[in-house]
């Protein structure tokens, strides 16, 4: 759960910076995209570093 909050999350920021920067469509996709898939890299270790402290 934590990877998939952290993926919408960044596809969220993502889409808002580039919408204030004035960004077009293709803009916003880009930065959603990037956003997204750092955000999900972080989930990711988050998801390891708590499963390996609780276990």
């Known amino acids: 759960m934590i990877v998939i909050g952290a993926a ?3 596809i969220i ?3 808002m910076t ?3 920067r004035r960004g077009n469509r293709k803009d916003i996709a ?9 955000f999900l ?4 270790f ?3 570093i708590i ?5």
């Open 8 to 10: 919408i999350l960044g």
């Open 13 to 15: 920021i993502g889409g």
């Open 18 to 20: 580039a919408r204030k």
């Open 30 to 38: 880009q930065y959603a995209a990037g956003y997204g898939m750092a």
């Open 41 to 44: 890299i972080v989930g990711m």
């Open 46 to 48: 988050a998801t390891v």
């Open 51 to 55: 499963d390996r402290l609780t276990s």
